[in-house]
C-alpha cells in the first residue's frame, strides 16, 4: 500500500530552465519523508529545454512530475498546480529559488501541526540574491522580508511572497483558485494574484503565519536590475494593483482619488528625474523615472478599470 503523500511542491515555470535545474536540485535533496512528497514542475509554454531539465531528475525520489498549461500566465500554471496537487498541503516555488535542505519541512511544519484548520497560508522568507551584481539605484527595492524573527501570524500589513508560499489544499476548495488577470504572462509584469489570495484567506477569518528559517535565496539576473526592466516591471505591477481594488468595494472613489494623486506624483517625480539628470546623478533620475512610471500605470489603468475593461 503506498504511502500517504502529505505535500506537494509546485513550480511554475517558462522559459528559464537553467535556473529550474539548480531549483530542483534542492528539492529533490530535501530532509522529509521521500515518500511523503511530490514534485510537480508546471510548464507554461516554454520553448527553452525546460522539459529536459526535469527528465535529468527522472531517477530521483521523488521524481518531479512534468505538466504543460497551454493557457499563459503564472496564475494559470499556478491553478493547475491545484487541480494537479495529490498533497494536503501545496507550497508554490519560483523556477529560480535555492533552498536549504530543510526548507521544506520548516515550510509546512505550522500547517503539518493546525488540525483545527486555523491557518490558511505560511510564507518564507525570500532573500535576494545577484549573481552578476547589484547596482546602488536598485538596492534600496531589494531587501529580504525580514516580517519577524521567529516562527508565528503575520500582521495584516504583511503579505508573504508568492515565490516561497505554502497553502492547504482546502482553502481552494473553500475559497477558490487564483485570479488569473493579477498575474504575469509573456509580455507583461504583472503581481498581485498571491497578494489577492492571501486577502481572501484574511477576509475568511484565517491566519498568515510566515516561517523565517524556511528561507530561500530568489536568483536575480542581471536582466532584472537594468533601467528598462525597473521600468516596466514598475508599471505592470500598478496595473494590477488597480485591476485589483477595482473588485473590492468602494472602488470607485478609491481610485478617482488615486488618479488625481497619481498626477501629481508622476509629474513630481518627472521634475526630480529631469533635475538629478541635469546634476549628472544618473542612479536617482533613473529611480526617479521608475516611480514616475510606476504612477503612469495607474493612470493608464484606473480609467480602463472604471469603464470595465482590463
Known sequence: ??????????????????????????????????????????????????????????????????????KQGLDYARNRAIAEARGAILVFGD????????????????????????IGAVGGEVIPVFPDGLPD???????????????GPLESRHSPMGANLAFP???FEQLGPFHTALDRAAGNYFSGGDSEMIRRVRAAGLDVWFSPGAAVKHQMPASRTT????????FDSA?????DRAGQPGAKGYL??????????????????????LIVRTGAAKKALVRAWRSCGYLYQ??????GKI
Open 1 to 70: 500500500m503506498s504511502a500517504v503523500i502529505k505535500v506537494t511542491v509546485a513550480i511554475p515555470t517558462y522559459n528559464r530552465a537553467d535556473f529550474l535545474r539548480q531549483t530542483l536540485a534542492g528539492i529533490v535533496a530535501q530532509q522529509f519523508p521521500r515518500d511523503h512528497f511530490e514534485i510537480i514542475v508546471i510548464d507554461n509554454n516554454s520553448t527553452d529545454h525546460t522539459r529536459a531539465v526535469v527528465a535529468e531528475f527522472a531517477s530521483a525520489q521523488p521524481a518531479p512530475r512534468y505538466v504543460q498549461e497551454t
Open 95 to 118: 523556477d529560480d529559488i535555492l533552498v536549504q535542505p530543510d526548507w521544506l519541512a520548516q515550510m509546512t511544519v505550522p500547517l503539518l501541526a493546525d488540525p483545527a484548520r486555523r
Open 137 to 151: 539605484w536598485v538596492r534600496e527595492w531589494h531587501a529580504p522580508l525580514a516580517f519577524r524573527p521567529d516562527l
Open 169 to 171: 489544499l482546502w482553502v
Open 227 to 234: 533601467f528598462r526592466y525597473a521600468r516596466r516591471h514598475a
Open 239 to 243: 496595473r494590477s494593483r488597480v485591476i
Open 256 to 277: 478617482v482619488g488615486r488618479f488625481f494623486a497619481n498626477v501629481a506624483k508622476a509629474l513630481g517625480f518627472t521634475g526630480v528625474a529631469l533635475l538629478n539628470a
Open 302 to 307: 484606473i480609467p480602463r478599470s472604471l469603464c
